[in-house]
């Protein structure tokens, strides 16, 4: 009389039990909490070069000016100024504010003391040749 192979019961259970590791282990991994962006120290300073860059390499229009363009002369930042500003708040996410220092006047809004604060200064070319010394600083409220 011919025995039952019993093998292919035992390879079914390996892969019954790998199945479930597999899938425990992907439940852990997704639905561990991450942790909040503002337990990243260095984060206001990356968000500030990519902010910088953006406004320095984009290409300029009326309703999006560029940096270079808004800061060539103090008439140009009058002009620019707000869609500037308006262009910078899209960028940033909730609970970040930002605040310009130029030559030709400041925007945004200044922070509070006792806020963490991330200030980058950086130099733009006016329309004149000059160099402009000015600095824009990231807060969270």
Known sequence: MARPHDDGAVHMLEAIM????VV???VYVNTSASLPEHDHPDDLKVLSADVLNVLQYRANSLE??????????????HDSSGALGADIGHMLP???????????GGLGQKPADGMEVFSRPFVA????GKMLDCRMVLWRA
Request: hydrophobic share 35%; net charge negative.
């Open 18 to 21: 790998a199945s479930v590791l």
């Open 64 to 77: 999006h000016p560029g940096l270079g363009f808004a800061l060539s002369s103090p008439g140009q930042w």
């Open 94 to 104: 909730g609970g970040v504010y930002y605040y310009f220092e130029t030559p030709y």
């Open 125 to 128: 070319c006016g329309g004149d």
């Open 24 to 26: 425990a282990a992907l």
